[in-house]
């Protein structure tokens, strides 16, 4: 199943990317309702300086920043530094799980980002469930990226 979502940014591209990369960024993007940790023995990292193909290891995604909920088993397929990434991992709830992000200039001092996400649940049947979940998600990543820039 894919889903997609695509909102502009009041900075200018290298400053999104600059953010968007990070796990400080990755985090502030999901929260409260999740965190993302680094996978073991990365140590501090940017998703521009990990390398590419190579499995990361587990990065543990916590419900509300505390309990354990899943792990992506973390790849960067694609990068093309300033513009976009691609992961393709698994995860423990997901059998494929990959998250394209895409940054466009709108003008000098504007951004759109747009996300698309390939998902398939372990148990097929979840997928019409997890399909709004997911978009509700990725619109609240969104918002808490536009607040960002924003303040």
Not at 8 to 31: L, S
Not at 47 to 72: E, K, M, Q, S
Not at 91 to 105: I, K, Q, V, Y
Request: glycine letters at 6%.
């Amino acid at each position: 199943m894919i889903i997609e979502r695509e909102s502009v940014v009041d900075a200018p591209a290298e400053r999104v990317w600059a953010r968007v990369v990070t796990p400080e960024g990755i985090n502030d993007e999901m929260r409260p309702w999740m965190t993302m940790s680094i996978p073991r023995g990365l140590g501090v990292v940017s998703i521009d300086t990990v390398p590419v193909g190579v499995p990361l290891g587990r990065a543990w995604l916590r419900l509300f920043g505390v309990v354990p909920l899943d792990y992506d088993a973390l790849t960067i397929a694609e990068l093309e530094p300033g513009q976009s990434f691609h992961e393709k991992s698994t995860m423990l709830s997901m059998r494929r799980w990959e998250h394209e992000r895409t940054l466009a200039p709108v003008g000098a001092d504007r951004t759109a980002v747009h996300d698309r996400i390939t998902f398939e649940p372990r148990l097929p049947f979840l997928a019409p469930v997890l399909a709004p979940v997911l978009r509700g998600f990725f619109a609240h990543r969104h918002r808490q990226l536009q607040r960002h820039f924003a303040s």
